[in-house]
């Protein structure tokens, strides 16, 4: 049995969502130990007991220690199946986190596999659905990934109440992918409200738009406005596309302006395109377990997160697989790299 320190590294909820999927993966039962030690409020939250129940589902899997607040848990695996799965997180704890985690087994089913998730879609500390949709599927597909992601109705914090249905296709390898440097042509983006006024969702869309005109590349940014969600709530996701895709959003909350909102996810979005490199820090996190899957990949991020450091340490203990990263030229000893989070300039992983 594989023991995981939840403490480890940023010491949150990701060290349970890739643990589980990779122990469903590999086929390699676990015992997670101070899970999200590091937050204020320790332990599993609904968004990542629910992130185990999907993998659960999909893999047979028995658990003890699954309950609201536990600190520790152990996840035995059995065989893969495809099917149809539903999740009702019964809060407006987030899909996005839920679907990270199914979305690194569901491919190695035999069939494709659906699930439909009720929760929370656009939610701060978390991928909304349109950055999954918009950017991490784009990049993933570049390496044989093929999935639908439809979003029926957003849900906000903190009713929730928000629905999502995904299919995934099953494949029997991931090709390796070599993104270095991005090449951009245009700049696209999503700005929403719920049973708010419209002058949100438009204040939101041209303060962004503002920021980003002075990147010389063509903006196209959808207005959502709907009075059907539940609860309210607004926020924008803009991506940047062309050999690849970078993102930046931000979600409203009260007493924030619609213009702050826009202008968040605006410069997100302009910092990681000033780096020239083909990720974002988000994507460079997520992208991890995948690399290991394909093997011989190299991609170059815009930052060196605590969450890319946590993935990389957590992905070397189930798969037969070699990380080096390379910030500035340098090769960063891996048993430092605890340290090392934050750093920015040119980081390149690669897995061999």
């Not at 409020?41 to 028995?62: D, E, F, P, W």
């Not at 996840?75 to 019964?90: A, I, T």
Request: net charge neutral; glycine share 10%.
């Amino acid at each position: 049995m594989i023991e995981i320190d939840g403490s480890w590294g940023e010491g949150g909820g990701s060290i349970v969502r890739v643990s589980t999927a990779l122990s469903a993966l590999s086929s390699k039962p676990i015992h997670i130990f101070n899970i999200r030690a590091k937050r204020t409020k320790t332990g599993l939250a609904a968004q990542h007991l629910n992130s185990v129940k999907s993998v659960a589902q999909i893999s047979n899997a028995s658990i003890d220690g699954l309950h609201l607040g536990s600190s520790e848990l152990e996840f035995h695996p059995g065989e893969l199946k495809s099917g149809n799965f539903q999740l009702d997180v019964k809060t407006a704890g987030s899909i996005g986190l839920i679907l990270q985690s199914f979305m690194i087994i569901a491919p190695f089913a035999s069939k494709s596999s659906k699930i439909q998730i009720t929760g929370g879609t656009d939610i701060r500390w978390a991928p909304s659905i349109d950055y999954i949709k918009n950017v991490t599927l784009p990049v993933l597909e570049k390496m044989g990934y093929a999935a639908n992601i439809n979003l029926i109705k957003r849900g906000h914090y903190p009713k929730g109440g928000g629905e999502v249905k995904a299919e995934i296709s099953p494949l029997k390898n991931l090709n390796p992918i070599n993104l270095l440097k991005s090449e951009i042509d245009s700049i696209k983006g999503i700005s929403h409200a719920s049973n708010l006024p419209i002058h949100v969702v438009e204040r939101q869309a041209s303060s962004a738009e503002k920021i980003l005109k002075k990147t010389g590349y063509d903006i196209d940014i959808e207005i959502e406005h709907s009075s059907n969600n539940s609860g309210q709530g607004s926020g924008i996701v803009l991506w940047a596309q062309g050999n690849t895709r970078l993102g930046g959003s931000s979600i409203g909350k009260l007493g924030k302006t619609a213009e702050k909102v826009g202008e968040e996810a605006a410069n997100e979005l302009l910092n990681s395109l000033k780096t020239k490199s083909a990720l974002d820090e988000h994507m460079g996190d997520q992208i991890i377990p995948y690399m290991a899957m394909a093997g011989k990949s190299e991609v170059e991020i815009s930052n060196l997160t605590m969450h890319t450091l946590t993935n990389l340490n957590v992905v070397q203990k189930f798969l037969s697989v070699e990380f080096e990263v390379i910030c500035n030229g340098n090769v960063l000893d891996f048993q430092d790299l605890e340290k090392k989070f934050g750093v920015s300039g040119q980081v390149i992983i690669k897995s061999k």
